[in-house]
């Protein structure tokens, strides 16, 4: 459900009128380098008389811990919910108890839900593909050595401006078209925490780089694979690696508790 009227950071106060519940979420929304110090996604807008909750929020990069501005709006939302445990535990100690751990909104669907609105392309029936955020030169030799291996083919989902030898350029590839690659790809390589969850989601042999630069951006994949005994995925240095076959019966057995639980606070709300 969509609102008629859609806001600008200076107009959205105006919302006080319609609405008697604000929920803030998910993603990077307590990023203030992203959002251009927008305590809006605080809902910093919102009356005090106003129920204020947040779902799956997430810091990103951002330490929110070192803000006090962030802390106290922070402070003033009655029910909220991390993506990360690692900007839970910035939290005051007073105020940590008040907040709790919920699965990104990805993984509160099925992949039979996710791959209903998947778009086919045409592609060969077995495949690696490549996703990858901050590409890397040694994230295409390890694949290009992968690919050698299995003589299978390179699918690489590029946004960027060079095309790159040895495998297929996909660009401008949709939300939708990207579903149907996760599902039908037999090996993914990747180092995005969504590139990650649609792995575990559509139950793929994968392998999911951690970052090496930034302080805080390893937090949501380490957590995710941490919460599902996935933790040998993060290792790329052997190709063989992939190979190592996962109990997705048990990966998604907890996939469904974490649902569960995060569908659970949803209700709360």
Same mark, same amino acid.
């Given at each position: 459900?969509?609102?008629?009227?859609?806001?600008?950071?200076?107009?959205?106060?105006?919302?006080?009128?319609?609405?008697?519940?604000?929920?803030?979420?998910?993603?990077?929304?307590?990023?203030?380098?992203?959002?251009?110090?927008?305590?809006?996604?605080?809902?910093?807008?919102?009356?005090?008389?106003?129920?204020?909750?947040?779902?799956?929020?997430?810091?990103?990069? #951002?330490? %929110? =811990?070192?803000? !006090?501005?962030?802390? @106290? $709006?922070? /402070?003033?939302?009655?029910?909220?919910?991390?993506?990360?445990?690692?900007?839970?535990?910035?939290?005051?100690?007073?105020?940590?108890?008040?907040?709790?751990?919920?699965?990104?909104?990805?993984?509160?669907?099925?992949?039979?839900?996710?791959?209903?609105?998947?778009?086919?392309?045409?592609?060969?029936?077995?495949?690696?593909?490549? #996703?990858? %955020? =901050?590409?890397? !030169?040694?994230?295409? @030799? $390890?694949? /290009?050595?992968?690919?050698?291996?299995?003589?299978?083919?390179?699918?690489?989902?590029?946004?960027?401006?060079?095309?790159?030898?040895?495998?297929?350029?996909?660009?401008?590839?949709?939300?939708?078209?990207?579903?149907?690659?996760?599902?039908?790809?037999?090996?993914?390589?990747?180092?995005?925490?969504?590139?990650?969850?649609?792995?575990?989601?559509?139950?793929?042999?994968?392998?999911?780089?951690?970052?090496?630069?930034?302080?805080?951006?390893?937090?949501?994949?380490?957590?995710?694979?941490?919460?599902?005994?996935?933790?040998?995925?993060?290792?790329?240095?052997?190709?063989?690696?992939?190979?190592?076959?996962?109990?997705?019966?048990?990966?998604?057995?907890?996939?469904?508790?974490?649902?569960?639980?995060?569908?659970?606070?949803?209700?709360?709300?």
């Amino acid at each position: 459900n969509v609102s008629k009227l859609s806001y600008k950071p200076e107009t959205i106060s105006t919302a006080n009128v319609e609405y008697d519940v604000f929920i803030t979420g998910s993603d990077q929304v307590l990023n203030l380098d992203l959002t251009d110090s927008d305590y809006n996604y605080y809902l910093s807008f919102a009356h005090s008389t106003k129920k204020k909750c947040g779902y799956a929020v997430s810091q990103g990069n #951002y330490d %929110i =811990s070192k803000n !006090p501005e962030s802390i @106290s $709006y922070l /402070k003033k939302i009655h029910l909220l919910s991390f993506r990360e445990r690692v900007a839970m535990n910035a939290l005051p100690n007073d105020y940590r108890l008040n907040s709790t751990h919920v699965v990104d909104p990805t993984l509160l669907l099925t992949k039979d839900e996710w791959f209903s609105i998947a778009e086919s392309i045409k592609i060969p029936e077995k495949f690696i593909l490549l #996703y990858l %955020i =901050s590409p890397k !030169p040694h994230n295409f @030799s $390890y694949v /290009k050595e992968l690919a050698k291996q299995k003589e299978m083919p390179i699918y690489y989902i590029n946004y960027t401006y060079t095309m790159h030898l040895g495998m297929h350029n996909l660009r401008y590839v949709s939300p939708e078209q990207f579903l149907y690659l996760i599902q039908k790809a037999s090996y993914i390589v990747t180092n995005s925490f969504h590139g990650t969850t649609f792995s575990v989601i559509f139950n793929k042999q994968f392998v999911s780089e951690l970052s090496h630069e930034k302080q805080h951006a390893n937090a949501r994949i380490n957590e995710l694979l941490i919460d599902l005994d996935l933790q040998d995925r993060i290792d790329q240095k052997k190709v063989l690696h992939i190979d190592n076959k996962i109990d997705y019966e048990s990966v998604n057995r907890k996939v469904a508790e974490l649902r569960k639980n995060s569908i659970n606070f949803l209700k709360q709300i």
